[in-house]
T-cell receptor
Framework: GQQLNQSPQSMFIQEGEDVSMNCTSS?????WLWYKQEPGEGPVLLIA?????ELTSNGRLTAQFGITRKDSFLNISASIPSDVGIYFC???????????FGKGTSLLVTP | DTGVSQDPRHKITKRGQNVTFRCDPI?????LYWYRQTLGQGPEFLTY????????KSRLLSDRFSAERPKGSFSTLEIQRTEQGDSAMYLC?????????????FGEGSWLTVV
């Protein structure tokens, strides 16, 4: 399937800083999802976006579905050590179809 | 626990042996997916089921791989004659079905190491 371009590849930040990461695709998707994965575990859903232009928050996390339907970004405000993990974006053409994942953004947060 | 359940969580096998993984989806989720993930990569789609029907298979699913969902509930993924390149985490996911807003939930994965 289509691989999404996710950036940055990794981030090393101090606790309290804000984080921004994004995902782009050459294809249009009708759903964008953001997952977090910790070592040895499966991806956990953070935010789901279903409409172009949609801006959705989940606590300190905010994600937007790009107007062109070819991109999405995720912001984390006031990062804390437990935010450490790999964040994946995933695009879905239509509901129920397979997800196409990016390669992930690895986030490290120092106290 | 009402999440997606996978078994075993870890499997070490010798090259050439067969392995089977089981997935129990969230109750009443009629779509079930299998993905494979290697180190440093995002999950890659293998196949999915709508109830007991296997509706799509990726080119990644070689002849040595077979998946079943006989009663539309749990699913199994079998790999025959394993190769070292099969070493990966195999993820199962489920969703209620079609219609907007049905997001996909993943299990904790089954780690396979082929030695």
């Amino acid at each position: 399937g289509q691989q999404l371009n996710q950036s940055p590849q990794s981030m090393f930040i101090q606790e309290g800083e804000d984080v921004s990461m994004n995902c782009t695709s050459s294809s249009i998707f009708n759903t964008w999802l953001w997952y977090k994965q910790e070592p040895g575990e499966g991806p956990v859903l953070l935010i789901a976006l279903y409409k172009a232009g949609e801006l959705t928050s989940n606590g300190r996390l905010t994600a937007q579905f790009g107007i062109t339907r070819k991109d999405s970004f995720l912001n984390i405000s006031a990062s804390i050590p437990s935010d450490v993990g790999i964040y994946f974006c995933a695009g879905q053409r239509d509901s129920g179809y397979a997800l196409n994942f990016g390669k992930g953004t690895s986030l490290l947060v120092t106290p | 626990d009402t999440g997606v359940s996978q078994d075993p969580r870890h499997k070490i096998t010798k090259r050439g042996q067969n392995v089977t993984f089981r997935c129990d989806p969230i109750s009443e989720h009629n779509r079930l997916y299998w993905y494979r993930q290697t180190l440093g990569q995002g999950p890659e789609f293998l196949t999915y089921f709508q109830n007991e029907a296997q509706l799509e298979k990726s080119r990644l699913l070689s002849d040595r791989f077979s998946a079943e969902r006989p009663k539309g509930s749990f699913s199994t993924l079998e790999i025959q004659r394993t190769e070292q390149g099969d070493s990966a985490m195999y993820l199962c996911a489920s969703t209620p079905g079609g219609g907007s807003g049905n997001t996909i939930y993943f299990g904790e994965g089954s780690w396979l190491t082929v030695v």
